[in-house]
C-alpha cells in the first residue's frame, strides 16, 4: 500500500519539480548551444514532464508512466477547461518528438526546430505554474 505525503512533504516536492523543471530548460539550451538538437528536445521534454507532475502532485496523483501522466493531464486539466487544449497538444507532439529523437535512426533535429520549442516550452511551464498559483488560492 502506497503510503500518502503529508502536505508539508508535498509542497516540498511540487517546488522541487517546477525546479528542476527550471533547471531542466537551462540543460535545453545548453544541448542546443553546442549543437546537440536530439538531446536538447529530451530535455525540453523533461522541463515540462517535471511541471506536469509538480501540477499532478497538488491535486494528489500521481501516475506509473509517462503515458499515465499524459492522461491524467488531460483528464484533470484539459478535459476540464482548467488549461486550454493547446497545452495538451504541444506536450503530446513533445512526447512524440522526444521519443523519435531518442529511438529513431536517422533522425536529426535542427536550429530552428529548437528555436520553436524553447518560447513554447517556456509558455507551458508558465501557465502550468499559473494553474499551481491558482490551486492555491482556491
Known sequence: MKQRLTEESRTALIHYRLQRAKETLSEAEAMVEKGFYNAAVNRYYYACYYAVIALLLKIDITAQTHQGVKQ???????????????????????????????????????????????????????????????????
Open 72 to 138: 491524467m493531464f488531460a483528464l484533470y486539466y484539459i478535459r476540464t477547461g482548467k488549461i486550454d487544449n493547446k497545452y495538451s497538444q504541444f506536450y503530446t507532439q513533445l512526447f512524440n518528438d522526444r521519443i523519435s529523437g531518442d529511438y529513431d535512426d536517422f533522425l536529426l533535429y535542427d536550429y530552428d526546430k529548437l528555436s520553436q520549442l524553447r518560447p513554447e516550452a517556456e509558455d507551458f511551464i508558465l501557465t502550468i505554474e499559473k494553474e499551481l498559483e491558482n490551486i492555491v488560492e482556491s
